[in-house]
């Protein structure tokens, strides 16, 4: 059964505090995409890898770094967080081409 | 700017009742659409997707169409059912590869009602 992973679902951080969001497949994609959903508005890529340490900067890639040192394992740091980036973050991985990507159940953020 | 616009906003429906999303987009060049269904609190899932010019696709009781000259697309639902509650998302990919980006609207969201 093909399967994206996250951890923690749910997590409260103060702001300055360092944040690790991980995110695991079993299908071995290569390419991999973390995302973050604010209300009203549509999914916004902040980076994707598309093997192990061959990253990419997404659309809004400040304030965060990735690591990939595993293909089945993608992670999403927040170097001293901050409020703004209180949401919800989904993980995703695609096998190639047009296919789907396969979505993570994502990880809320809370940044006080 | 929004690339990619979804109306309406959202919408209530009585249960086995039809309804009609709608996407509007104004991404170029345009790939694929794919519509995905996000239940409350869960990641997306895909529908369907379409490819070709006036594509057309069916499955189950959901269907949708995609004009490219118009760059319009519809996702059907037929005689909804309460698990249809979701938001549905509208996803227009720029390239048929990993190098493409997908370009996501904001979402319909939709609550069927018994």
């Keep these: 059964d093909m399967k994206v992973t996250q951890m923690p679902r749910y997590l409260i951080k103060r702001m300055g505090e360092n944040v690790l969001l991980e995110c695991g497949q079993d299908m071995s994609h290569e390419t991999m995409y973390w995302y973050r959903q604010d209300p009203g508005l549509g999914l916004q890529l902040i980076y994707i890898s598309y093997d192990v ?5 997404g659309d809004i890639p400040k304030g965060y770094r990735v690591s990939r040192k595993k293909r089945e394992h993608f992670s999403l740091i927040l170097d001293s967080a901050k409020t703004n980036q209180t949401s919800v973050y989904f993980c995703a991985s695609i096998r190639g081409a047009q296919d ?10 809370l940044v006080l | 700017k929004t690339q990619v616009e979804q109306s309406p906003q959202s919408l209530v429906v009585r249960q086995g009742e039809n309804c009609v999303l709608q996407c509007n987009y104004s991404v170029t060049p345009d790939n ?7 239940d409350t609190g869960k ?6 997707v379409l ?18 000259d118009a760059k319009h697309s519809t996702l059907h639902i037929t005689a909804t059912l309460l698990d249809d509650t979701a938001t549905y998302i509208c996803v227009v990919g720029d390239r048929g590869s990993a190098l493409g980006r997908l370009h996501f609207g904001a979402g319909t969201q939709l609550i069927v009602i018994p």
Excluded at chain 1, 53 to 57: G, I, V
Excluded at chain 2, 56 to 67: E, H, I, V
């Design chain 2, 32 to 38: 694929h659409l794919r519509w995905f269904k996000q």
């Design chain 1, 100 to 109: 789907t990507q396969y979505f993570g159940p994502g990880t809320r953020l």
């Design chain 1, 53 to 57: 340490d061959s990253n990419s900067e």
């Design chain 2, 43 to 48: 990641g997306l899932v895909s529908l369907t």
């Design chain 2, 51 to 68: 490819v070709h010019e006036n594509d057309k696709t069916s499955n189950g009781r959901y269907s949708a169409t995609l004009d490219k």
